[in-house]
């Protein structure tokens, strides 16, 4: 990724939490929410393409009654980690802006 991309989402993101945690955190502690939140959603992108087949597999194994499930839900994820939440973060933000 080209620096000046990489700086235009920098700014981009720091932006926004200028504008939406502003009164909420003070400006230096953005950083103890935008790292961790984007980790989260990082990581809730890579599992969305196989979140239904990991949700699936593992209702099969607890009805198995197998209680060793690590290995089949990795593989159900195709990554090295999985996420047996139903919720995404798409369904807790469209939950927030219900109520």
Not at 17 to 36: C, F, T
Not at 87 to 98: I, M, N, P, Q
């Amino acid at each position: 990724m080209a620096n000046g991309n990489l700086n235009w989402i920098a700014n981009f993101i720091w932006g926004i939490a200028d504008d939406v945690l502003r009164d909420v955190y003070v400006r230096g502690k953005y950083r103890d929410v935008i790292l961790p939140m984007t980790v989260i959603r990082r990581l809730d992108a890579v599992l969305e393409p196989t979140k239904q087949s990991v949700l699936e597999m593992k209702q099969r194994l607890d009805v198995a009654g197998i209680t060793n499930q690590d290995a089949p839900l990795r593989q159900a994820a195709g990554q090295a980690f999985y996420n047996t939440s139903p919720f995404t973060l798409r369904d807790l933000r469209s939950r927030a802006k219900v109520q």
